[in-house]
């Protein structure tokens, strides 16, 4: 208890502090506003590729329809669903663009659980751009550098074959988080060998191309190079978006965590509730704390969207919970309510990061007791401190 008290006292401090330094931003105008649907990413099908490319005979693969039902339950809209691009075609590299039968069919399994509970799905490419060989220690494809736009032409294009007419998906997810490209506007942090961001482009908008030519009219989410503000849409594309597409149904996309390495479940810095907080200023990888770093770069999204009348998602956000004091725990919730508040004033999609019954993660909202259980997943059925904050009714659909 004595605990839990010096946590209420902090966090109240805390949220002072980070309420008056960030400002909540005057709603957008419709036109620039995004969907506004919230939800959450369940990894489980990504981590289960490797079980099923070498068991295609599996059944039971994703989450059970038990998941989907309860997240339902608790007020959650949409579900951004990883799958892997190495696995879906492992064969692409020698040239053989065929899918893996078994992994395509858990996909499209897992989109009919999602569309039972109710709930709508962004599916989501989880490779930036890039495709490595499985099993393989050789460097990655990379769009421009190996990937020809026929290969992502060509991914796309049977996706949307098989999900253009479910209602259950309402969104693509292109590429998620391209690290690999050099930056347009800052030549000190180009490296050498990588394709430019055009080429990223210009593979993004053939997609685009590719899937409204099959009579496709679902939302894309095209992501910002990733991952840090240096990278974000405001810095690399100050002119506004940049996606040709004739329907007007771009959704621009970014990830923002409030620590560099969002693997590490690191407890809560006051220190970094500075506003004038910077370490590694010098660098791409700068932390410019909680304030500028975190709540201030998504209300730089926010009015670069605004600005330029696009609609935008937060993809993946996440902060920590598990194996945190209960006094840690509730001040990154703190923070993350201040989080939810800017995106709930710019109207935007979010998909909370993430959740998964097979296997356990710093950032979960939700998972399952007991040791991980990769294959077969046994149903979310706990509560980590961040669902708090996302199952608020103001931070849900609305």
């Known amino acids: 208890m004595r605990i839990l ?36 990413t369940v990894a489980t099908l990504l981590t289960q590729a490797v079980t099923i490319s070498d068991h295609p005979d599996v059944t039971g693969t994703g989450e059970p329809q038990s998941t989907y039902d309860a997240l339902a339950a608790l007020g959650h809209r949409l579900i951004r669903l990883p799958v892997s691009w190495d696995y879906l075609q492992p064969n692409l590299g020698a040239g053989d663009p065929a899918v893996h039968r078994a992994y395509w069919n858990a996909i499209v399994a897992e989109v009919r659980k999602i569309g039972a509970a109710g709930l709508r799905a ?134 923002m965590y409030p620590v560099k390495n969002s693997a590490v479940g690191e407890p809560f810095d006051p220190a970094k509730a500075d506003p004038d907080y910077v370490r590694d200023g010098d660098r791409s990888w700068v932390d410019r704390g909680y304030v500028r770093g975190f709540l201030g770069r998504l209300d730089d999204f926010g009015r670069w969207c605004a600005e330029n009348g696009v609609r935008c998602s937060v993809g993946e956000v996440g902060w920590f919970g598990e194996g945190q004091s209960a006094e840690s725990a509730a001040q990154w919730n703190a923070l993350g309510d201040r989080w939810y508040a800017i995106a709930n004033g710019y109207g935007m999609a979010v998909t909370y990061y993430g959740a998964s019954s097979a296997f356990h993660g710093p950032l979960w909202a939700y998972d399952a007791p007991g040791p991980d259980a990769w294959f077969p997943a046994p149903g979310l059925t706990r509560k980590q401190p961040q669902a708090t904050v996302i199952e608020r009714p103001e931070n849900r659909t609305p």
């Not at 490779?127 to 990937?147: F, Q």
């Not at 593979?203 to 590719?210: I, P």
């Not at 099959?214 to 405001?234: M, P």
């Open 122 to 255: 962004v599916l989501d490419l989880h490779n930036g751009c890039e495709w490595t060989k499985p099993r393989s220690t050789a460097p990655p494809l990379v769009c421009g550098a190996g990937i020809t736009t026929s290969m992502t032409d060509d991914v796309w294009k049977r996706l949307s074959d098989e999900f253009k007419d479910d209602p259950a998906v309402v969104a693509y997810d292109l590429f998620n988080e391209p690290t690999r490209f050099d930056h347009p506007t800052r030549a000190d942090l180009r490296k050498p060998g990588q394709p430019p961001y055009s080429a990223y482009k210009r593979h993004v908008d053939e997609v685009v191309r590719t899937i409204r030519a099959n009579g496709d009219g679902k939302d894309i989410w095209v992501e910002s190079l990733c991952c840090s503000v240096y990278s974000d849409f405001a810095v690399t594309d100050p002119g506004g978006g940049w996606v040709n597409d004739p329907l007007n149904r771009i959704v621009y996309s970014q990830h």
């Open 5 to 40: 008290g010096r946590a209420v006292v902090v966090v109240v401090a805390t949220a002072a502090l980070l309420a008056a330094s960030v400002r909540v931003p005057v709603i957008a105008p419709d036109g620039a506003r995004s969907t506004g649907m919230r939800g959450i």
